[in-house]
């Protein structure tokens, strides 16, 4: 990045048309897209103002923000505390990688073929982290594992910690690909992690698991940290097969 102050965009934002109710997450996205594209900004340029997004499109404050942490998790937008938005590379409607869509009928055919992708990312990621993690990537693996452990034994299952558990190691491969192609399947891997069927015991079979994953990553042993993770999910897919008859 330059030492140049970046340019600011000052101008109206003619460009920015009012949205209508459907879909508001991806037409925020395909408008900001658009206008950086028209408007000409450049890569060090400061977007416009979180309240003049919501205001020109009509939008609200959450899906301005969501718009924005995916743009992020892209590597297109990068946010400075308390200074703004701004854009590392040009984009266009066209080059946004919009979240990726499941179109099966069923729940049960939802996660099983989001469990196709899970087994090669997480694998991968499982195995990378065993040869990259820091001293950092294991103190955070280590503490989401144990809060992970610990709601688990109160309440039976712990989804959302446990997603923050995988999440570490995906930080730990120390490939930001992995993160992006997480936010493009965001919705689809969430699934995962809310209780499917109704069932607080889905895949709890797998929780010990977890703890011979992270010692085995901890252990710089990729061959181990894959045949872990590929063992958690298998007894995730006998799960979602046995609990979806």
Same mark, same amino acid.
């Given at each position: 990045?330059?030492?140049?102050l970046?340019?600011?965009?000052?101008?109206d934002?003619?460009?920015?048309?009012p949205?209508?109710?459907?879909?508001r997450?991806?037409?925020?996205?395909d408008?900001?897209?658009?206008?950086?594209?028209?408007?000409g900004?450049?890569?060090?340029?400061?977007?416009?103002a979180?309240?003049?997004?919501m205001?020109?499109?009509?939008?609200?404050r959450?899906?301005?923000?969501?718009?924005?942490?995916?743009?992020q998790?892209?590597?297109?937008?990068?946010?400075?505390?308390?200074?703004?938005?701004?854009?590392?590379?040009p984009?266009?409607?066209?080059?946004?990688h919009?979240?990726?869509?499941?179109?099966?009928?069923?729940? *049960?055919?939802?996660? @099983?073929?989001? !469990? #196709? +992708?899970?087994?090669?990312?997480e694998?991968e990621? /499982?195995?990378?982290?065993?040869?990259?993690?820091?001293?950092?990537?294991?103190?955070?693996?280590?503490?989401?594992?144990?809060?992970?452990?610990?709601?688990?034994?109160?309440n039976?299952?712990?989804?959302?910690?446990d997603?923050?558990?995988?999440?570490?190691i995906?930080?730990a491969?120390?490939?930001p690909?992995?993160?992006?192609?997480l936010?493009?399947?965001?919705?689809?891997?969430?699934?995962?992690?809310?209780?499917?069927?109704?069932?607080?015991?889905f895949?709890?079979?797998?929780?010990?698991?977890h703890?011979?994953?992270?010692d085995?990553i901890?252990?710089r042993?990729?061959?181990v940290? *894959?045949e872990?993770? @590929?063992?958690? !999910? #298998? +007894?995730?897919?006998?799960?979602?097969?046995?609990? /979806?008859q």
């Amino acid at each position: 990045m330059s030492d140049q102050l970046p340019s600011v965009w000052t101008a109206d934002l003619d460009g920015l048309l009012p949205l209508p109710p459907m879909d508001r997450l991806r037409d925020t996205l395909d408008a900001l897209g658009r206008f950086v594209e028209g408007s000409g900004l450049k890569a060090g340029d400061r977007l416009p103002a979180e309240r003049e997004l919501m205001q020109a499109l009509g939008v609200g404050r959450s899906t301005i923000r969501e718009a924005a942490r995916q743009l992020q998790a892209l590597g297109v937008v990068e946010t400075r505390k308390g200074s703004g938005s701004y854009l590392l590379r040009p984009i266009s409607a066209a080059t946004i990688h919009m979240p990726l869509s499941i179109t099966a009928t069923g729940l *049960r055919e939802a996660l @099983l073929q989001t !469990l #196709d +992708i899970r087994r090669g990312l997480e694998a991968e990621a /499982s195995a990378l982290a065993a040869i990259r993690h820091t001293a950092d990537d294991l103190a955070r693996m280590s503490e989401r594992l144990v809060e992970m452990e610990r709601v688990h034994r109160l309440n039976g299952t712990a989804g959302p910690e446990d997603l923050l558990f995988h999440l570490s190691i995906y930080d730990a491969a120390q490939n930001p690909l992995f993160r992006q192609l997480l936010e493009q399947m965001r919705e689809a891997f969430e699934r995962f992690f809310t209780k499917p069927f109704d069932r607080p015991d889905f895949a709890g079979r797998s929780f010990p698991l977890h703890r011979e994953m992270f010692d085995a990553i901890a252990a710089r042993d990729p061959g181990v940290a *894959r045949e872990k993770t @590929l063992a958690i !999910l #298998d +007894i995730v897919e006998e799960d979602i097969k046995d609990m /979806s008859q």
